[in-house]
């Protein structure tokens, strides 16, 4: 048997890339899948400061927050014309869309502290945060006597099987509680949790989605 010495090809040194960061790394995803799928940004709008938080609320609206102003804006994507902007919501980093009986709420989360704001999603309206600061047994919005600790992620889950006007099952909206490790599960109707999990797997959860009823994912 004649043995062939195969050409050496030299090892070249590759020059180490910068860290990413995951503001960029999801910018670079999503022109992935827009080239992948053929699409094209068609227009775009400057925020006042860093954009986090984003969400489809219906009818063409679209909702941001503004974490260093403490702000929650809704735009109209048709006219791209900022149609409320609501205040005071802390450290805003994410934003959920809760289904309530006859229109539609936002769940934000307040990292910074450590809690939720409820606001209208037809005006922008403040409408309470959790837990209650006026309710004396905060006891209560709190799961396994931890309360919320550096939240992040939200993600809102329901069973599509459901008729909600003949069965109305509250809505499931899941938190990352990020500092306790773990997710939290609170009722929307009563805004009271009822349920963790992860506590055993997670470290740090940064955000949670839900996918196909029961089922999340959380990173």
Avoid at 136 to 158: C, N, T, Y
Wanted: glycine share 8%; with cysteine; aromatic share 6%.
């Amino acid at each position: 048997h004649t043995r062939t010495q195969l050409p050496i090809t030299p090892r070249l040194h590759a020059r180490r890339r910068p860290p990413v960061s995951r503001e960029s790394a999801l910018m670079a995803s999503g022109r992935l899948l827009a080239e992948q799928y053929g699409m094209r940004p068609t227009k775009a709008i400057d925020t006042t400061s860093r954009c986090v938080g984003l969400a489809s609320i219906g009818d063409g609206r679209i909702v941001w927050t503004l974490p260093d102003e403490g702000r929650v804006q809704c735009c109209d994507a048709w006219t791209w014309v900022v149609e409320w902007t609501a205040d005071d919501c802390g450290d805003p980093r994410a934003v959920g869309l809760v289904p309530m009986d006859g229109y539609s709420q936002l769940w934000v989360v307040d990292t910074k502290g450590s809690r939720i704001v409820w606001l209208n999603a037809s005006t922008g309206g403040h409408e309470g945060e959790l837990p209650d600061p006026d309710d004396l047994d905060r006891r209560k919005f709190e799961f396994a006597e931890l309360p919320l600790s550096r939240p992040h992620g939200i993600a809102v889950l329901q069973d599509p099987a459901l008729d909600l006007e003949v069965d109305p099952v509250p809505t499931e909206i899941w938190v990352a509680d990020t500092d306790n490790n773990r997710l939290v599960g609170f009722r929307s109707d009563t805004g009271e949790p009822f349920g963790s999990i992860g506590e055993d797997l997670l470290d740090q959860p940064r955000d949670v989605a839900a996918l196909d009823f029961p089922r999340l994912a959380t990173v």
